[in-house]
Protein backbone atom coordinates (compact mmCIF):
# COMPACT_ATOMS: atom_id res chain seq x y z
CA UNK A 1 0.00 0.00 0.00
CA UNK A 2 1.64 3.43 -1.27
CA UNK A 3 2.18 5.55 1.78
CA UNK A 4 0.16 8.17 0.72
CA UNK A 5 -2.67 6.08 1.06
CA UNK A 6 -1.68 4.66 4.30
CA UNK A 7 -1.35 8.28 5.74
CA UNK A 8 -4.72 8.83 4.45
CA UNK A 9 -6.12 5.92 6.08
CA UNK A 10 -4.38 6.45 9.52
CA UNK A 11 -6.27 10.02 9.33
CA UNK A 12 -9.17 9.06 8.54
CA UNK A 13 -9.47 6.12 11.33
CA UNK A 14 -8.27 8.96 14.00
CA UNK A 15 -10.86 11.49 12.89
CA UNK A 16 -13.31 9.18 13.19
CA UNK A 17 -12.09 8.22 16.71
CA UNK A 18 -12.22 11.81 17.77
CA UNK A 19 -15.98 12.28 16.50
CA UNK A 20 -16.76 9.10 18.26
CA UNK A 21 -15.38 10.18 21.63
CA UNK A 22 -16.64 13.80 21.40
CA UNK A 23 -20.26 12.31 20.72
CA UNK A 24 -19.56 10.53 23.61
CA UNK A 25 -18.52 12.93 26.14
CA UNK A 26 -21.71 15.33 24.41
CA UNK A 27 -23.76 12.26 25.56
CA UNK A 28 -22.63 11.79 29.48
CA UNK A 29 -22.60 15.44 29.48
CA UNK A 30 -26.28 15.99 29.54
CA UNK A 31 -28.34 12.88 29.36
CA UNK A 32 -32.20 13.77 28.90
CA UNK A 33 -35.05 11.29 30.45
CA UNK A 34 -36.88 10.78 27.75
CA UNK A 35 -40.08 10.44 29.40
CA UNK A 36 -40.22 13.07 31.49
CA UNK A 37 -37.87 15.21 29.48
CA UNK A 38 -35.36 16.54 32.13
CA UNK A 39 -32.00 17.33 31.69
CA UNK A 40 -29.53 15.91 33.86
CA UNK A 41 -26.28 18.08 34.12
CA UNK A 42 -23.56 15.92 35.78
CA UNK A 43 -22.41 18.52 38.04
CA UNK A 44 -23.34 20.87 40.87
CA UNK A 45 -25.11 24.17 40.41
CA UNK A 46 -23.33 27.20 40.61
CA UNK A 47 -24.30 29.01 43.81
CA UNK A 48 -23.07 32.32 45.25
CA UNK A 49 -21.93 32.36 48.40
CA UNK A 50 -20.26 29.06 47.71
CA UNK A 51 -21.78 26.61 50.69
CA UNK A 52 -21.00 23.58 48.72
CA UNK A 53 -19.41 20.74 50.99
CA UNK A 54 -19.18 22.84 53.55
CA UNK A 55 -18.73 22.04 57.24
CA UNK A 56 -21.34 24.15 59.45
CA UNK A 57 -21.94 24.27 63.40
CA UNK A 58 -25.24 23.19 64.10
CA UNK A 59 -25.97 26.97 65.36
CA UNK A 60 -25.60 28.92 62.21
CA UNK A 61 -27.99 31.07 60.82
CA UNK A 62 -29.57 30.52 57.24
CA UNK A 63 -26.96 29.79 54.35
CA UNK A 64 -29.13 31.64 52.07
CA UNK A 65 -27.73 31.94 48.67
CA UNK A 66 -28.27 32.80 44.58
CA UNK A 67 -28.24 30.29 42.25
CA UNK A 68 -26.29 31.48 39.05
CA UNK A 69 -28.12 29.26 36.77
CA UNK A 70 -29.93 30.11 33.77
CA UNK A 71 -33.51 30.02 34.49
CA UNK A 72 -36.95 31.75 35.30
CA UNK A 73 -37.99 29.05 38.04
CA UNK A 74 -36.01 27.52 40.33
CA UNK A 75 -36.83 24.35 42.61
CA UNK A 76 -34.99 23.59 45.79
CA UNK A 77 -35.26 20.01 47.91
CA UNK A 78 -33.68 19.16 50.87
CA UNK A 79 -33.36 15.50 51.75
CA UNK A 80 -31.85 13.68 55.15
CA UNK A 81 -28.65 11.18 54.70
CA UNK A 82 -31.79 8.32 54.37
CA UNK A 83 -33.25 10.07 51.64
CA UNK A 84 -36.30 11.20 53.43
CA UNK A 85 -37.56 14.53 51.55
CA UNK A 86 -37.38 16.75 54.11
CA UNK A 87 -38.97 20.35 52.65
CA UNK A 88 -38.96 22.17 49.62
CA UNK A 89 -38.55 25.64 48.43
CA UNK A 90 -39.46 27.60 45.38
CA UNK A 91 -37.30 30.78 43.77
CA UNK A 92 -38.33 32.50 40.32
CA UNK A 93 -35.66 34.96 40.83
CA UNK A 94 -32.62 32.52 41.78
CA UNK A 95 -32.63 34.04 45.58
CA UNK A 96 -33.14 30.81 47.94
CA UNK A 97 -33.90 32.28 51.23
CA UNK A 98 -34.49 29.43 54.30
CA UNK A 99 -37.51 30.30 56.59
CA UNK A 100 -35.94 30.49 60.12
CA UNK A 101 -38.12 27.78 61.27
CA UNK A 102 -37.41 25.27 58.80
CA UNK A 103 -33.60 25.97 59.12
CA UNK A 104 -33.04 25.50 62.70
CA UNK A 105 -35.16 22.22 62.56
CA UNK A 106 -32.98 21.03 59.98
CA UNK A 107 -29.58 21.69 61.78
CA UNK A 108 -31.23 20.05 64.59
CA UNK A 109 -32.65 17.13 63.48
CA UNK A 110 -29.86 16.33 61.32
CA UNK A 111 -26.53 17.27 63.77
CA UNK A 112 -23.93 15.00 63.04
CA UNK A 113 -25.18 14.01 59.77
CA UNK A 114 -24.92 15.64 55.95
CA UNK A 115 -27.87 16.72 53.94
CA UNK A 116 -27.86 17.54 50.22
CA UNK A 117 -29.62 19.73 48.68
CA UNK A 118 -31.29 18.73 44.31
CA UNK A 119 -31.65 21.98 42.90
CA UNK A 120 -33.35 21.94 39.71
CA UNK A 121 -34.55 25.24 36.97
CA UNK A 122 -37.24 25.41 34.50
CA UNK A 123 -36.23 28.01 31.41
CA UNK A 124 -38.25 29.78 29.04
CA UNK A 125 -39.43 26.36 26.99
CA UNK A 126 -40.57 24.75 30.23
CA UNK A 127 -37.14 22.28 29.60
CA UNK A 128 -36.18 21.11 33.17
CA UNK A 129 -32.22 20.98 34.40
CA UNK A 130 -31.53 18.92 37.60
CA UNK A 131 -27.68 19.30 38.59
CA UNK A 132 -25.48 17.20 40.87
CA UNK A 133 -26.65 17.37 44.97
CA UNK A 134 -25.01 20.17 46.66
CA UNK A 135 -24.14 18.69 50.20
CA UNK A 136 -24.23 19.97 53.82
CA UNK A 137 -22.34 18.39 56.46
CA UNK A 138 -23.74 19.60 60.06
CA UNK A 139 -21.23 19.30 63.09
CA UNK A 140 -21.87 18.39 66.33
CA UNK A 141 -19.69 20.94 67.62
CA UNK A 142 -21.80 24.64 68.17
CA UNK A 143 -20.24 28.02 67.45
CA UNK A 144 -19.76 30.78 69.56
CA UNK A 145 -22.81 32.67 69.15
CA UNK A 146 -21.43 36.36 68.22
CA UNK A 147 -18.67 37.93 66.28
CA UNK A 148 -17.52 41.51 66.53
CA UNK A 149 -15.68 43.28 63.56
CA UNK A 150 -14.10 46.33 62.34
CA UNK A 151 -16.44 48.20 59.38
CA UNK A 152 -14.78 50.06 57.34
CA UNK A 153 -13.82 51.19 53.62
CA UNK A 154 -11.18 49.20 52.60
CA UNK A 155 -9.14 52.56 51.59
CA UNK A 156 -6.42 54.40 53.47
CA UNK A 157 -7.28 58.02 53.02
CA UNK A 158 -9.89 58.61 55.85
CA UNK A 159 -11.49 57.01 59.20
CA UNK A 160 -14.72 58.43 57.48
CA UNK A 161 -17.82 55.75 58.91
CA UNK A 162 -15.65 53.47 61.04
CA UNK A 163 -17.26 51.52 63.31
CA UNK A 164 -17.29 48.20 65.57
CA UNK A 165 -19.81 45.52 64.88
CA UNK A 166 -21.30 42.81 67.06
CA UNK A 167 -22.91 40.15 64.68
CA UNK A 168 -24.94 36.94 65.75
CA UNK A 169 -23.88 33.96 64.21
CA UNK A 170 -26.83 32.27 65.00
CA UNK A 171 -29.29 34.60 62.77
CA UNK A 172 -28.66 37.85 61.24
CA UNK A 173 -28.86 40.50 63.53
CA UNK A 174 -26.34 43.31 64.49
CA UNK A 175 -25.63 46.38 66.75
CA UNK A 176 -23.42 48.71 66.96
CA UNK A 177 -20.95 48.67 69.70
CA UNK A 178 -18.85 51.57 68.31
CA UNK A 179 -19.53 54.51 65.73
CA UNK A 180 -17.19 57.04 64.90
CA UNK A 181 -19.15 59.17 63.59
CA UNK A 182 -20.25 60.37 66.99
CA UNK A 183 -16.90 60.34 68.44
CA UNK A 184 -15.54 63.32 65.95
CA UNK A 185 -14.52 60.96 63.77
CA UNK A 186 -11.48 59.17 65.56
CA UNK A 187 -10.22 56.51 64.75
CA UNK A 188 -10.80 52.86 66.27
CA UNK A 189 -8.96 49.40 66.30
CA UNK A 190 -7.97 46.31 68.59
CA UNK A 191 -11.15 45.42 70.41
CA UNK A 192 -10.22 42.93 72.43
CA UNK A 193 -12.08 40.41 74.77
CA UNK A 194 -10.69 38.91 77.97
CA UNK A 195 -11.76 34.91 77.02
CA UNK A 196 -14.59 35.46 75.01
CA UNK A 197 -16.28 37.73 77.65
CA UNK A 198 -18.76 40.57 76.38
CA UNK A 199 -18.79 42.28 79.02
CA UNK A 200 -14.87 43.01 79.51
CA UNK A 201 -12.83 44.49 76.61
CA UNK A 202 -11.05 47.69 75.26
CA UNK A 203 -10.39 49.00 72.14
CA UNK A 204 -8.19 51.88 71.25
CA UNK A 205 -9.63 55.32 69.79
CA UNK A 206 -7.07 57.30 67.99
CA UNK A 207 -7.54 61.45 67.57
CA UNK A 208 -8.94 64.08 69.66
CA UNK A 209 -10.68 61.78 71.75
CA UNK A 210 -7.59 59.42 71.90
CA UNK A 211 -6.91 56.85 74.53
CA UNK A 212 -7.24 52.88 75.49
CA UNK A 213 -11.35 52.33 76.57
CA UNK A 214 -11.30 50.17 79.17
CA UNK A 215 -15.33 48.14 79.11
CA UNK A 216 -16.57 46.32 82.78
CA UNK A 217 -20.53 45.74 80.69
CA UNK A 218 -21.68 49.57 80.71
CA UNK A 219 -18.73 51.06 83.06
CA UNK A 220 -16.04 52.60 80.43
CA UNK A 221 -13.31 54.16 81.99
CA UNK A 222 -10.44 56.11 79.16
CA UNK A 223 -6.89 55.33 80.25
CA UNK A 224 -3.53 56.80 78.35
CA UNK A 225 -1.46 54.16 78.14
CA UNK A 226 1.42 55.95 76.56
CA UNK A 227 4.45 57.39 79.29
CA UNK A 228 7.55 59.39 78.19
CA UNK A 229 9.87 55.91 78.73
CA UNK A 230 8.02 55.43 75.25
CA UNK A 231 8.74 56.16 72.05
CA UNK A 232 5.12 55.55 70.59
CA UNK A 233 1.48 54.34 71.72
CA UNK A 234 0.02 51.08 72.90
CA UNK A 235 -0.61 49.57 69.73
CA UNK A 236 -1.31 45.59 69.36
CA UNK A 237 -2.50 44.25 72.59
CA UNK A 238 -2.34 40.58 74.40
CA UNK A 239 -4.69 40.28 77.56
CA UNK A 240 -3.35 37.62 79.80
CA UNK A 241 -6.21 34.85 80.79
CA UNK A 242 -5.58 35.69 84.21
CA UNK A 243 -7.13 39.11 83.50
CA UNK A 244 -4.11 41.58 85.08
CA UNK A 245 -1.74 41.86 83.08
CA UNK A 246 -1.83 43.30 79.35
CA UNK A 247 1.29 43.11 76.65
CA UNK A 248 1.46 45.79 74.22
CA UNK A 249 3.88 46.34 71.14
CA UNK A 250 4.57 49.59 70.98
CA UNK A 251 5.12 50.57 67.43
CA UNK A 252 6.19 53.70 65.22
CA UNK A 253 4.02 52.45 62.18
CA UNK A 254 4.59 53.99 58.43
CA UNK A 255 2.99 53.92 55.61
CA UNK A 256 4.39 54.23 52.34
CA UNK A 257 3.21 53.64 48.53
CA UNK A 258 5.51 51.67 45.66
CA UNK A 259 5.65 50.53 42.21
CA UNK A 260 5.90 46.69 42.80
CA UNK A 261 2.95 45.29 40.73
CA UNK A 262 0.10 44.22 43.06
CA UNK A 263 1.46 45.71 46.16
CA UNK A 264 0.96 49.31 45.93
CA UNK A 265 0.68 50.17 49.87
CA UNK A 266 3.27 49.07 52.30
CA UNK A 267 2.92 49.46 56.33
CA UNK A 268 5.90 49.15 58.22
CA UNK A 269 7.86 49.74 61.73
CA UNK A 270 10.49 51.96 62.31
CA UNK A 271 10.45 50.95 65.65
CA UNK A 272 8.57 48.07 67.67
CA UNK A 273 8.95 46.67 71.08
CA UNK A 274 6.87 45.46 73.75
CA UNK A 275 5.66 46.53 77.40
CA UNK A 276 3.22 45.12 80.06
CA UNK A 277 0.48 46.68 81.49
CA UNK A 278 -0.26 46.16 85.02
CA UNK A 279 -4.12 47.18 84.77
CA UNK A 280 -4.65 47.33 88.32
CA UNK A 281 -2.46 49.53 89.36
CA UNK A 282 -2.65 51.04 86.10
CA UNK A 283 1.51 50.82 85.33
CA UNK A 284 3.35 50.31 82.29
CA UNK A 285 6.67 48.37 82.38
CA UNK A 286 9.24 47.41 79.51
CA UNK A 287 9.71 43.40 78.60
CA UNK A 288 13.34 43.48 79.27
CA UNK A 289 15.52 41.94 76.74
CA UNK A 290 19.04 40.61 78.09
CA UNK A 291 20.15 39.78 74.39
CA UNK A 292 22.35 43.75 73.28
CA UNK A 293 21.16 43.14 69.79
CA UNK A 294 18.13 45.60 68.80
CA UNK A 295 15.57 43.87 67.94
CA UNK A 296 11.61 45.06 66.56
CA UNK A 297 8.83 42.86 68.43
CA UNK A 298 5.15 42.98 67.42
CA UNK A 299 2.20 40.90 67.56
CA UNK A 300 1.92 39.23 71.11
CA UNK A 301 0.00 36.38 71.63
CA UNK A 302 -0.49 34.05 75.32
CA UNK A 303 -0.81 30.58 75.59
CA UNK A 304 -4.08 29.36 76.81
CA UNK A 305 -2.58 28.79 80.29
CA UNK A 306 -0.83 32.28 80.60
CA UNK A 307 2.64 30.28 80.99
CA UNK A 308 3.99 31.75 77.55
CA UNK A 309 4.32 34.62 75.72
CA UNK A 310 4.60 34.04 71.79
CA UNK A 311 5.24 37.06 69.42
CA UNK A 312 7.25 38.38 66.15
CA UNK A 313 10.72 39.36 65.88
CA UNK A 314 13.08 40.88 63.87
CA UNK A 315 16.08 42.81 63.67
CA UNK A 316 16.13 46.72 64.08
CA UNK A 317 15.54 48.08 60.87
CA UNK A 318 18.71 50.98 60.08
CA UNK A 319 17.52 55.01 59.43
CA UNK A 320 18.05 53.28 55.64
CA UNK A 321 16.53 50.10 54.78
CA UNK A 322 14.38 48.43 51.90
CA UNK A 323 11.36 46.92 53.90
CA UNK A 324 11.24 43.64 51.27
CA UNK A 325 13.85 42.11 53.58
CA UNK A 326 12.28 42.43 57.13
CA UNK A 327 11.85 39.26 57.99
CA UNK A 328 9.67 38.43 61.06
CA UNK A 329 10.39 34.97 63.14
CA UNK A 330 8.05 33.67 65.39
CA UNK A 331 9.60 33.30 68.99
CA UNK A 332 7.94 33.06 72.81
CA UNK A 333 8.86 33.85 76.25
CA UNK A 334 8.37 32.17 79.29
CA UNK A 335 6.18 33.88 81.85
CA UNK A 336 5.97 33.76 85.79
CA UNK A 337 2.86 34.36 86.95
CA UNK A 338 3.74 35.10 90.51
CA UNK A 339 6.50 37.27 90.04
CA UNK A 340 5.36 38.82 86.90
CA UNK A 341 8.61 38.37 85.18
CA UNK A 342 9.95 36.82 81.87
CA UNK A 343 12.51 34.31 81.11
CA UNK A 344 14.66 34.82 77.62
CA UNK A 345 13.52 34.89 74.31
CA UNK A 346 13.73 30.93 72.16
CA UNK A 347 13.10 31.01 68.52
CA UNK A 348 10.13 28.79 67.56
CA UNK A 349 10.14 29.39 63.74
CA UNK A 350 12.52 30.75 62.22
CA UNK A 351 10.86 32.34 59.19
CA UNK A 352 13.80 34.05 57.63
CA UNK A 353 15.51 30.98 56.74
CA UNK A 354 12.82 30.13 53.99
CA UNK A 355 13.07 34.05 52.73
CA UNK A 356 9.29 34.52 54.39
CA UNK A 357 7.90 37.00 57.08
CA UNK A 358 5.54 35.35 60.09
CA UNK A 359 2.71 37.56 62.01
CA UNK A 360 -0.92 37.16 63.42
CA UNK A 361 0.21 34.20 65.84
CA UNK A 362 -3.02 32.51 67.62
CA UNK A 363 -3.42 29.70 70.09
CA UNK A 364 -6.14 27.56 70.33
CA UNK A 365 -8.04 26.97 73.71
CA UNK A 366 -6.25 23.43 74.54
CA UNK A 367 -2.61 25.07 73.84
CA UNK A 368 -2.16 22.46 70.77
CA UNK A 369 -2.00 24.69 67.62
CA UNK A 370 -0.67 27.82 66.80
CA UNK A 371 -2.07 29.98 63.44
CA UNK A 372 0.40 32.33 61.90
CA UNK A 373 0.07 33.86 59.10
CA UNK A 374 3.09 33.61 56.41
CA UNK A 375 3.74 36.22 53.40
CA UNK A 376 6.90 37.55 51.82
CA UNK A 377 8.14 40.70 53.64
CA UNK A 378 7.23 42.50 56.53
CA UNK A 379 4.32 42.42 59.12
CA UNK A 380 1.23 43.90 57.67
CA UNK A 381 -0.27 40.84 56.01
CA UNK A 382 -3.29 42.49 55.33
CA UNK A 383 -1.74 44.07 51.66
CA UNK A 384 -0.28 41.04 50.67
CA UNK A 385 -2.06 38.53 48.25
CA UNK A 386 0.42 36.25 48.72
CA UNK A 387 -0.30 35.62 52.78
CA UNK A 388 -1.28 32.81 53.50
CA UNK A 389 -2.34 30.91 56.78
CA UNK A 390 -0.32 28.30 58.57
CA UNK A 391 -0.69 25.96 61.58
CA UNK A 392 1.70 25.26 63.81
CA UNK A 393 1.82 21.92 65.83
CA UNK A 394 2.92 22.59 69.07
CA UNK A 395 2.95 19.46 70.45
CA UNK A 396 5.64 18.53 67.63
CA UNK A 397 6.70 21.18 65.65
CA UNK A 398 5.05 20.58 62.34
CA UNK A 399 4.25 23.06 60.36
CA UNK A 400 2.17 23.07 57.14
CA UNK A 401 -0.08 25.47 55.07
CA UNK A 402 -3.93 25.19 55.99
CA UNK A 403 -5.90 24.15 52.71
CA UNK A 404 -8.50 26.77 54.03
CA UNK A 405 -5.99 29.28 51.97
CA UNK A 406 -6.89 31.28 48.63
CA UNK A 407 -5.37 33.03 45.96
CA UNK A 408 -5.55 36.30 48.16
CA UNK A 409 -4.53 37.90 50.86
CA UNK A 410 -5.68 35.84 54.43
CA UNK A 411 -5.24 37.96 57.58
CA UNK A 412 -6.45 37.98 60.96
CA UNK A 413 -7.72 34.72 62.66
CA UNK A 414 -9.27 33.73 65.65
CA UNK A 415 -10.17 30.56 67.16
CA UNK A 416 -13.68 29.92 68.50
CA UNK A 417 -13.73 29.09 72.52
CA UNK A 418 -13.90 25.48 71.92
CA UNK A 419 -11.12 25.61 69.50
CA UNK A 420 -13.40 23.62 66.70
CA UNK A 421 -14.06 26.93 64.44
CA UNK A 422 -11.76 29.22 62.76
CA UNK A 423 -12.40 32.65 61.58
CA UNK A 424 -10.44 34.70 59.14
CA UNK A 425 -10.58 37.83 57.22
CA UNK A 426 -10.18 36.63 53.18
CA UNK A 427 -9.76 38.86 50.76
CA UNK A 428 -10.73 35.89 48.13
CA UNK A 429 -13.82 37.73 46.96
CA UNK A 430 -12.47 40.64 45.09
CA UNK A 431 -8.66 41.01 46.15
CA UNK A 432 -10.03 44.45 47.98
CA UNK A 433 -12.42 43.76 50.28
CA UNK A 434 -11.85 40.96 52.98
CA UNK A 435 -14.76 39.09 54.50
CA UNK A 436 -15.63 37.18 57.63
CA UNK A 437 -14.88 33.08 56.73
CA UNK A 438 -15.32 30.30 58.90
CA UNK A 439 -13.85 27.06 59.11
CA UNK A 440 -14.40 23.87 60.84
CA UNK A 441 -11.34 22.66 62.74
CA UNK A 442 -11.10 18.66 63.40
CA UNK A 443 -7.69 18.17 63.65
CA UNK A 444 -4.61 19.36 60.89
CA UNK A 445 -5.83 16.76 59.07
CA UNK A 446 -9.46 17.38 59.23
CA UNK A 447 -10.18 21.22 58.61
CA UNK A 448 -13.23 22.46 56.54
CA UNK A 449 -13.93 23.73 53.48
CA UNK A 450 -14.11 27.85 54.47
CA UNK A 451 -17.56 29.72 54.15
CA UNK A 452 -18.17 33.16 54.28
CA UNK A 453 -20.36 34.80 57.00
CA UNK A 454 -24.41 33.93 55.93
CA UNK A 455 -26.12 37.35 55.01
CA UNK A 456 -30.45 37.70 54.78
CA UNK A 457 -29.43 39.14 51.42
CA UNK A 458 -27.10 36.73 49.70
CA UNK A 459 -26.19 39.88 47.21
CA UNK A 460 -25.03 41.88 50.30
CA UNK A 461 -21.48 41.04 49.89
CA UNK A 462 -21.69 41.95 46.36
CA UNK A 463 -23.39 45.68 47.18
CA UNK A 464 -21.07 46.62 50.29
CA UNK A 465 -18.08 48.06 49.49
CA UNK A 466 -16.83 47.72 52.71
CA UNK A 467 -14.46 45.46 54.67
CA UNK A 468 -14.74 43.43 57.47
CA UNK A 469 -11.22 43.44 59.62
CA UNK A 470 -10.36 41.81 62.58
CA UNK A 471 -12.86 39.24 63.23
CA UNK A 472 -13.59 38.07 66.93
CA UNK A 473 -15.47 35.45 68.46
CA UNK A 474 -17.77 36.39 72.02
CA UNK A 475 -19.89 33.83 74.15
CA UNK A 476 -22.51 36.53 74.30
CA UNK A 477 -23.66 39.92 73.43
CA UNK A 478 -22.56 43.05 74.27
CA UNK A 479 -24.38 45.13 76.25
CA UNK A 480 -22.27 49.21 75.14
CA UNK A 481 -23.06 51.42 72.58
CA UNK A 482 -21.92 54.20 70.75
CA UNK A 483 -23.28 56.57 73.42
CA UNK A 484 -21.25 55.40 76.16
CA UNK A 485 -18.55 56.01 74.25
CA UNK A 486 -18.88 59.46 73.64
CA UNK A 487 -20.36 60.18 77.65
CA UNK A 488 -16.73 58.25 78.54
CA UNK A 489 -14.36 60.73 76.08
CA UNK A 490 -15.78 63.25 78.27
CA UNK A 491 -13.90 62.15 81.32
CA UNK A 492 -11.07 63.43 81.81
CA UNK A 493 -8.29 60.17 81.31
CA UNK A 494 -6.75 58.55 83.45
CA UNK A 495 -2.73 58.56 82.52
CA UNK A 496 -0.68 54.86 83.21
CA UNK A 497 2.45 55.64 85.14
CA UNK A 498 5.93 53.89 84.38
CA UNK A 499 7.43 51.60 86.53
CA UNK A 500 10.69 49.79 86.27
CA UNK A 501 9.07 46.50 86.85
CA UNK A 502 5.63 44.85 87.25
CA UNK A 503 6.04 44.69 91.00
Known sequence: MPLKVLIMKVRGFFLTFMIVIAGVF??????????????FIPREPVIEPDYSGVTIPPNIAQLNFRILEDGVYFTIKCFSPDGRDL??????????????????????ENRGRSVRFEISSINNDGKISKYIPVTLDISNERIDPYICYRLLYPGYESWSEMQIIQRSVEDFRESVIFDNRVMKNNCVNCHTFLKYDPGKFFLHVR????????????????RI?????????????????????????????????????????????????????????????????????????????????????????????????????????????VFDQSSGLFGETEVI???????????????????????????????????????DLYLLDLTNGRINRMT???????????????????????????????????????????VGKPFVLPQ????????????????????????????DFARASKDEPAYATWSETTR
Request: aromatic share 14%; proline share 5%.
Open 225 to 333: LRTDNMTSNAVYPAWHPGGRYIVFSSNAVVQSFNMIPGKRIEVYDQTSGLVIYDSEYNKISAIEEKDTTEYMDTFPCWSPGGDYLYYCRTNQVKESFDFSKIKYNLVRK
Open 87 to 108: FSIKSKNGIVRFPSRLWTKLLT
Open 207 to 222: GSLKGTYFIENKDLTR
Open 456 to 483: KDPDLYEKLAKTFNRPEFVSGKVVAGPR
Open 404 to 446: LNSDESESHHAWSSNGKWIVFSSKRSDGITARPYFAYFGSPDN
Open 349 to 387: FKAEDIDKSVTLPSISPDGNYLVFTLHDYGTFSIWHKEA
Open 26 to 39: IAVSCITDTDSGIL
